[in-house]
């Protein structure tokens, strides 16, 4: 398995040093400035301020060459995961529908929060039991997810909503704290589940998430082999 970080200025380092440690196979850093992303299984975007959130949260990332790469691996059914920035990043760029807003209250919101899984149907879920409740951490500031009544009711009726608060700590509608597109290769969520893959860290949650990835590859990769 070949796995790829997406770096901008601005971007934290945990997803990669988590990553690194606990998918198979290597993981590689991807400096902005590259744009080859061939032959990676799965590529992710990390949290983080990238281009210090000038303008909006994740729109001059979105605008880079590198994304334009990403759209079209995307496009061809490659894994892409967007975490925190990384999720503003996929909106930004069109590759998941609704727009992120700053927190109901305006307030930077840092804490553990319970999740609720709605869609245990997808490669990133598959290990997770419907409606399970989960912890993982927030951190954020514009992570107020929100969309039109139409585009909501899509999502609602596709199964795209994959994640959803227990206490929406931010305004978002619908509660939404993770979504899914038509397609299914493409997943973004503001809580971190690379934050929560450790007791240390006060919540393994989201090791569930990079084992379902792991579990469907060797499924797709290895046992058909």
Not at 175 to 185: E, F
């Amino acid at each position: 398995m070949k796995s790829a970080v997406i770096v901008f200025p601005g971007s934290t380092d945990d997803l990669y040093e988590i990553t690194s440690e606990i998918l198979p196979g290597q993981v590689d850093r991807i400096w902005y400035k590259d744009s080859n992303l061939k032959d990676y299984d799965l590529i992710m975007l990390s949290g983080g301020f990238s281009y210090g959130d000038y303008l909006r949260a994740g729109a001059i990332a979105a605008r880079t060459e590198i994304v334009t790469a990403l759209k079209e691996r995307a496009e061809s059914g490659q894994l892409v995961l967007g975490v925190g920035n990384g999720f503003q990043i996929l909106l930004e760029s069109g590759l998941l529908p609704g727009v992120m807003l700053q927190n109901e209250g305006l307030d930077f919101v840092c804490k553990n929060n319970n999740l609720i899984v709605r869609n245990n149907q997808t490669t990133f879920t598959c290990n997770y039991q419907e409606n399970e409740v989960i912890t993982m951490p927030i951190a954020h500031g514009s992570g107020r997810y929100y969309c039109d009544n139409q585009t909501l009711e899509q999502l609602q009726a596709n199964q795209q909503i994959v994640f959803s608060y227990q206490d929406n700590p931010n305004g978002s509608i619908g509660n939404i704290a993770g979504i899914i597109n038509q397609a299914g290769n493409v997943l973004g969520m503001m809580p971190h589940p690379e934050r929560a893959t450790s007791a240390l860290l006060g919540s393994e949650a989201g090791l569930k998430l990079f084992q379902s990835i792991i579990e469907k590859w060797r499924e797709d990769h290895v046992n058909n082999s």
